[in-house]
């Protein structure tokens, strides 16, 4: 399940993304920033009901979520900015790469942490 998530959440923020790039012309970076916080918002969603099914109430996963989303942000906005600086590449391919180095991060923290069940 957690593919399916990581693909709709991911799939939101490159719609958002491009979308505000494309049609409103803002810079990849900002554009990135507000995908990621919406695909964040979906993540949360997704992995709290179906990926990890857990039971610990929303002010705690919540809140853990929050801080691993926050680490993730930027993290994003830095490789991503990075990349866009560094490497000849179309910001999409800029943001694939950094978008599987940041989803590594944020599915190890979020099952080990964030969304762990209490033994």
Do not use: E
Not at 63 to 89: D, E, K
Request: hydrophobic fraction near 55%.
């Amino acid at each position: 399940m957690f593919v399916v998530s990581g693909v709709l959440a991911t799939s939101a923020h490159y719609v958002c993304m491009v979308s505000l790039i494309q049609l409103l012309r803002q810079s990849p970076l900002l554009a990135s920033g507000v995908g990621a916080t919406v695909g964040a918002f979906v993540s949360y969603i997704l992995n709290h009901r179906f990926t990890f099914r857990s039971n610990i109430p929303h002010r705690v996963a919540g809140t853990r979520f929050i801080a691993v989303a926050g680490i993730g942000f930027v993290m994003n906005l830095c490789l991503f900015a990075a990349l866009l600086r560094l490497a000849p590449l179309p910001y999409m391919i800029s943001q694939m790469l950094t978008t599987l180095f940041v989803l590594a991060f944020s599915f190890a923290l979020s099952r080990f942490w964030a969304f762990r069940q209490r033994i």
